[in-house]
T-cell receptor, first 115, second 114 residues
Framework: GAGVSQSPSNKVTEKGKDVELRCDPI?????LYWYRQSLGQGLEFLIY????????KSGLPSDRFSAERTGGSVSTLTIQRTQQEDSAVYLC?????????????FGQGTRLTVV | AQSVTQLGSHVSVSEGALVLLRCNYS??????LFWYVQYPNQGLQLLLK??????LVKGINGFEAEFKKSETSFHLTKPSAHMSDAAEYFC????????????FGSGTRLQVQP
């Protein structure tokens, strides 16, 4: 596609429910990142996928969070047993390579509200 | 470990005035530095990046930034603010060691007064 696509754009869920957030990166981009943007915490790195390498999960805040990337393309971020503090905008980004100097292209994000 | 500090969570300027948004970084290796802009309910868009070539970097929409190693700074400037520049601006750092994701500053919200 022309840009990074995220769905849904908005999600309201009840505390304790599981949610799945989807990211469709730019075609041909080997690197994919998930970030979380919340008031008071700014933009936090969550997880990084690069090609077929094992993902860097060092930013995931708890074991309730997991992500996978199928076929080197689409990625799904799953949050189990959601809590109110999980409310945030979840941003996905992709880049052509995993090199530190390459531009990351961001999707418009999924706004998650846990009630 | 890398970090970025953006001084001033809110900056207000008059239309036509100079825009200066401050960013200081910390990195144990030569850094790559970025400025991103975020308009309401949008993702982040790259304004410009420093990747060890020219220290004065020109970006989109008339913005530029200068890398100053001695001051560990990468401040963003624009000579004349437009109303359309009102947005949130994020400075970010990365490198080619360890985690290759961006580390962001806390952001600066720019208001442009008519």
């Amino acid at each position: 596609g022309a840009g990074v696509s995220q769905s849904p754009s908005n999600k309201v869920t009840e505390k304790g429910k599981d949610v799945e957030l989807r990211c469709d990166p730019i075609s041909g981009h080997t690197a994919l990142y998930w970030y979380r943007q919340s008031l008071g915490q700014g933009l936090e790195f969550l997880i990084y996928f690069q090609g077929n390498s094992a993902p860097d999960k060092s930013g995931l805040p708890s074991d309730r969070f997991s992500a996978e990337r199928t076929g080197g393309s689409v990625s799904t971020l799953t949050i189990q047993r959601t809590q109110q503090e999980d409310s945030a905008v979840y941003l996905c980004a992709s880049s052509l390579s995993g090199a530190g100097n390459t531009e990351a292209f961001f999707g418009q994000g999924t706004r998650l509200t846990v009630v | 470990a890398q970090s970025v500090t953006q001084l001033g969570s809110h900056v207000s300027v008059s239309e036509g005035a100079l825009v200066l948004l401050r960013c200081n970084y910390s990195s144990s290796v030569p850094p790559y530095l970025f400025w991103y802009v975020q308009y309401p309910n949008q993702g982040l868009q790259l304004l410009l990046k420093y990747t060890s070539a020219a220290t004065l970097v020109k970006g989109i929409n008339g913005f530029e930034a200068e890398f100053k190693k001695s001051e560990t700074s990468f401040h963003l400037t624009k000579p004349s603010a437009h109303m359309s520049d009102a947005a949130e601006y994020f400075c970010a750092v990365s490198d080619d060691t360890g985690r290759r994701a961006l580390t962001f500053g806390s952001g600066t919200r720019l208001q442009v007064q008519p």
